[in-house]
């Protein structure tokens, strides 16, 4: 083993082409475990080049056997990087596609694992046909067995996981760089709604259409800006000319960091409508930081940040009414919205503090690779 502060620490993740928060998380921890002595290289498998998922008909069965079996021509990718940077810490990130792979190469090599769970595809949901539930059952089993330890960036899925028999969990609790979202220029707040995140049926971005086109003639000076992409990009505006909202309603395809920071601090409202079980949300983080109120779905990890009446306000999952409401009512109670805005900068300071999350990863690091 290297010296602590000499640690090699190799960093998987897989590659889906859909930029997101765990692009941001793995280039983060590179950058901060870099400055704090750490040896970081990073491993990204391109799932497009390594899997035909996404080209077939049958996209989810190889999906699914692409996680559940072990994959020659990852494996051989991942032997090599062994070979050439040796590392003494595999931090993996996502867990949907070459997961017994990476486990697998791991083991056999002796090198201790460490995984942060990005999302809830381990766990079945309500509602899921049997087979899902058999195969995330097998899946989740060969992470419990092969993996040294878990991070969990929500205390809700820390939970879930110990009650599911996981006990090498620790909660780790996400960060944002806040300093990139300061500005020293002087921004007016316009009349805009944004939502920032993929173009996915699962993001909610039509149920926030929907509540947008019954109130849109109520706010008729004020616009909603979707920023991003993915699949459903297409169908988003088609239904926003369906709908005769084109006049109030503007699609952006992905856009630089610093663009977005503009958007946030010009804007006067960012909806979360996320219509499946998030594990956070870092765009609520950055938000706080650009100090723009926000509204989010109730589901899973949000309302760990998003502190209903607090930091921002709660809605039920896919229920337009409701966001409409909500919509309406934060932007007409300007004392409501003053006291959201501040709660929600002095929250992220808090409870959200970059050093301790990294102090208590760099100690992870350590205990497991003595």
């Given at each position: ?41 990073r491993l990204t498998i ?138 020293t220029e002087q921004h ?105 109120l926000v509204i989010a ?74």
């Amino acid at each position: 083993m290297h010296k602590a502060l000499n640690m090699r620490i190799l960093l998987y993740n897989d590659k889906t082409g859909v930029r997101g928060g765990t692009e941001t998380y793995v280039n983060s921890i590179k950058r901060e475990m870099e400055g704090r002595g750490f040896v970081v290289e990073r491993l990204t498998i391109d799932v497009r080049e390594f899997s035909v998922f996404g080209k077939s008909r049958f996209s989810q069965v190889h999906k699914f056997r692409d996680g559940l079996f072990f994959k020659r021509n990852v494996g051989e990718a991942i032997e090599r990087k062994l070979r050439e940077f040796q590392p003494d810490l595999i931090h993996i990130n996502n867990n949907a596609y070459f997961t017994t792979t990476i486990l697998k190469v791991a083991n056999r090599h002796k090198i201790p694992t460490v995984q942060t769970i990005h999302d809830y595809r381990l766990i079945p949901k309500d509602g899921e046909g049997v087979l899902a539930r058999f195969i995330k059952k097998v899946r989740l089993n060969i992470v419990k067995k092969n993996t040294t330890h878990f991070i969990a960036p929500s205390y809700k899925f820390e939970k879930i996981l110990r009650a599911r028999g996981v006990e090498n969990v620790t909660y780790i609790h996400h960060y944002i760089e806040v300093d990139k979202w300061k500005t020293t220029e002087q921004h007016m707040r316009q009349k805009r709604i944004l939502y920032i995140g993929r173009f996915e049926v699962v993001k909610g971005i039509f149920v926030l259409l929907n509540a947008w086109k019954k109130i849109a003639q109520d706010v008729a000076d004020y616009e909603l800006i979707f920023i991003g992409e993915g699949g459903e990009s297409e169908n988003l505006r088609a239904a926003i000319t369906k709908d005769n909202l084109q006049k109030q309603t503007i699609v952006l395809p992905f856009q630089p960091q610093e663009t977005i920071k503009k958007y946030l601090h010009e804007s006067e409202l960012i909806v979360v409508p996320s219509a499946y079980r998030e594990m956070f949300g870092l765009i609520g983080l950055e938000a706080f930081a650009c100090q723009i109120l926000v509204i989010a779905s109730d589901v899973a990890g949000i309302p760990e940040w998003c502190i209903h009446e607090k930091t921002g306000l709660l809605v039920e999952m896919e229920n337009a009414d409701e966001l409409a409401e909500a919509i309406q009512r934060i932007l007409t109670d300007k004392d409501l919205a003053k006291r959201l805005v501040q709660e929600g900068k002095t929250f992220l300071h808090e409870v959200h503090d970059k050093q301790k999350a990294l102090d208590v990863l760099e100690e992870l690091y350590k205990s497991l690779s003595t």
